[in-house]
């Protein structure tokens, strides 16, 4: 599902997904040679911001941001970790500045040229909810639009079957606490006590898009998305840890 | 956003155990760096190792989150009584109204590492590593939370160097808009492989102790360390945490902005959050990490933006670059300062860099100081300030 307008038609079942795996985007802020080497976290990372800032019609200069992620790039933790195990004073320099959770979120600050704080989170299996919920006190504390991305790439290598994290999933999108413009969505969040883990009851998701992003790690976002593309009023309830739950209604 | 009381604190590292050990190392300049002996194939550097990890598993009911940086974060946990005063927080308030918010650069990857060496014949992990949640970053505050019994909002922030600075920033917003009454703040990195050999690749390790802000200074050493502090919504004692700022470089993923820019930012945003002005900081205890271009950038900026009487100090030659926990070893070592009245130098800074004004210190002072900012500067250009007063400092709330 590249792109939100042909991930919108999937979901609402208006297309069927393409057959085989999308390329891996290529984000037009950076030079050729560095787009080329840049890992896939960066490229999904810097493609979903880039569309959300567009949508936004934010200057991406100017926005705060909150990258999440819940494993970073496992295919360079792969690297590295099977790199340190035979050769470590081989290890690649830039693969090593690449290996570290924020290295998306700093591309983007350097892409754009954004002084603004950004800050990069995991939260394991709530990780989506879990920048969400920091996008959204930013936006309401800070007094400003907030950019919020969320991505989860392929595991590779060994650490594939402990992570088990398939496919590629990256969403992007602009929090305001301003008046809507241009395609906003009103939106209410609030937290939730569970009483046991069973209590948490996350909404499960209902299309069959779904299944494009089961095997990715931050598919526990899904239902949420698929709130955004049905374009209804609606609400959805995310995990928010092994006894809380963030419950979202957008109007 | 209001100022809040750090109502405990705790610190665990190569320089002491504690908040006594600390100052006790600090007070006779007695370094906690060793020569390397970490891993199978230790570079020629210094590091800063905790001692004894290696033999002191997690109890049977944390199992799960088992390895190095969960040790060492439940060492950090039960270092200056710090766990009584959060379960005691937590008896007050509830279980679903403590947050977590912890910081790391590499969280637990050392065992991934480990897995790595050890490899069944089919090229798996062996059996007593496959454990989902010490391979992500969140192993770290998976396990906090799951030490503490917590149930509130827990995520783990990973800003490289400025990580468990910017929980900060982070516990101030979770606290203003009510999601919880108390946040367990901190930050937790230890050594392995990925970090010693990635700066080796990068050319910033110094083979020698390191010397911040030295003329001869030649690179880090990478520490490992766990700290932690309790911020509460109301309370009524404690030091404070008047405000941050933060800030990104938007210069280049590995080495700092030329001029500070970014640095220059997230020092005005703290003095204007916490309502101070430079000669109104006592001491500041900077992010000093000891390469040729941090510490030049870093002396610039003090240099033009505080008084002469301001006392400038790094203490990395104390604890080595403890990376993801500088940020809150370093506010716990200014929070000490303040209430100490003991303000240390910079060790290991024998013919300080013509780069540096009057401010950086080589010798340490007692001194009554009120005020103090902590300064945390990481890779991919994240910069974050931390602005702290002594408890009885007239904060303007």
Known sequence: ?251 | MKPLRITAYSLSSAAGHGREQTLASLRNRRTGLSRNDFGPAPLPTWIGRVEGLEAEPLPARLTEWDCRNNRLAWRGLHADGFITAVLAARERYGADRIAVIVGTSTSSIGASEEAYRRLESDGSYPPDLRRRIIHTPHSLGDFVQHAIGSTGISMTVATACSSSAKVFAQAQRILEVGLADAVVVGGVDTLCGSVLFGFNSLELISPDPCRPFDRDRRGINIGEAAGFALLERDAEQGPWFLGCGESSDAHHMSTPHPEGLGARLALEQALARARLTPKEIDYINLHGTATRKNDEVEASVIREMFPATTFASSTKGWTGHTLGAAGIIEAAISLIALEEGFLPGTLHCDRPDECCGPQIRVESASRSARCALSLSFGFGGSNCVLALAASDARVNA
């Open chain 1, 1 to 251: 599902m590249p792109g939100w307008e042909v991930a919108k038609r999937v979901i609402r079942g208006e297309c069927e997904p393409q057959a085989t795996n999308a390329p891996r985007p290529s984000t037009a802020l950076l030079p050729p040679t560095e787009r080329r080497r840049i890992p896939d976290t960066v490229a999904i990372a810097l493609e979903v911001a880039t569309r959300a800032c567009e949508m936004s019609k934010r200057d991406p200069s100017q926005l705060p941001s909150v990258f999440a992620s819940t494993h970073g790039d496992a295919p360079i933790s792969d690297y590295m970790c099977s790199t340190l195990a035979t050769t470590p004073s081989l290890i690649s320099p830039t693969k090593f500045h690449n290996s570290v959770h924020n290295a998306a979120a700093g591309y983007w600050t350097i892409a754009v040229g954004s002084y603004a704080p950004y800050t990069a989170l995991s939260a394991f299996e709530s990780t989506f909810a879990a920048g969400l919920l920091e996008a959204a006190m930013q936006s309401v504390c800070e007094r400003t639009p907030v950019l919020f991305v969320a991505y989860d790439i392929e595991a590779t290598g060994p650490l594939a079957a402990v992570l088990n994290c398939t496919g590629l999933f990256g969403i992007g999108m602009v929090i305001s606490t301003e008046a809507a413009i241009g395609a906003a969505r009103p939106m209410q969040i609030h937290t939730r006590s569970a009483q046991s883990t069973e209590d948490v009851r996350p909404t499960r998701a209902r299309t069959r898009a779904a299944d494009l992003v089961a095997g990715n790690s931050l598919a526990p976002a899904f239902p949420f998305v698929e709130l955004l593309a049905t374009e209804a009023p609606g609400a959805v309830s995310l995990a928010l840890g092994p006894r809380a739950a963030l419950e979202i209604e957008l109007s």
